[in-house]
């Protein structure tokens, strides 16, 4: 069984935000990479995991945790920034799939913010080819009311070559549009510690067409 489902991507430090970068797209990032990699003979998905992961961006704090047993899976949330009243939560469910050597979610959730009520769709895929892996997400987000936050939309890739059993070295895009704004991207070299229940990734992403520069550090655990 291969093991490049246990690099879990889950929670993101981000500095140096572009305009649309804001605490509940980390939320969804967050239930959206939830992941795991299998133990079970023919579906390839492990029976049951946990997972914990929080995030940090400048004044932002981002806490969540999901729960998956075999194939069912369930995530919450909560975002927020110190001294302002952006706060929300998040609950949503999915499954996961695992077909060879691919790993994947789909999750759909519910967000409440101060703003009101909204829906988030997320999918997920991690794939190995020999030394090589790719990750790619994709989160659609849409409120539910007149007053909630706009719809916006946020995709990831990046593709990673092992340096050695615990290092990789690879690029990583990102793409984030929301509602009456311009497309903002970035792209720049990511480097991932793999750990015995996680991984740490550093990604340094310069900013497209005028967009700020961003220093990134994602961490995840599971067990």
């Not at 980390?26 to 929080?54: H, N, T």
Request: with cysteine; net charge positive; proline share 3%.
């Amino acid at each position: 069984m291969a093991s490049c489902g246990k690099a879990i991507y889950l929670s993101t430090l981000t500095l140096g935000m572009g305009p649309y970068w804001n605490a509940h797209q980390l939320i969804g990032m967050l239930a959206g990479l939830c992941w795991a990699s299998g133990a079970k003979a023919q579906s390839g998905v492990s029976p049951q995991r946990m997972f914990v992961w929080a995030s940090t961006s400048n004044a932002s704090l981002t806490v969540a945790v999901g729960y998956a047993k075999w194939i069912p899976l369930i995530v919450a949330g909560f975002s927020g920034t110190v001294g302002a009243h952006d706060q929300s939560l998040s609950l949503g469910g999915g499954v996961r799939f695992a077909p060879g050597t691919t790993r994947g979610r789909v999750v759909l959730e519910g967000l409440r913010d101060t703003h009101g009520w909204g829906s988030q769709f997320t999918m997920a895929v991690l794939s190995a080819r020999g030394a090589g892996t790719a990750y790619g997400k994709v989160v659609l987000a849409y409120p539910l009311g007149r007053t909630a936050t706009a719809p916006r939309a946020h995709g990831y890739l990046s593709l990673h070559g092992q340096l050695s059993a615990h290092l990789r070295l690879g690029t990583a895009y990102s793409w984030s549009i929301e509602r009456n704004q311009r497309l903002t991207q970035h792209l720049g070299p990511s480097l991932e510690l793999r750990m015995i229940h996680g991984a740490l990734r550093l990604e340094f992403n310069q900013g497209l067409r005028g967009a700020s520069n961003e220093l990134s550090t994602m961490i995840s655990l599971a067990r």
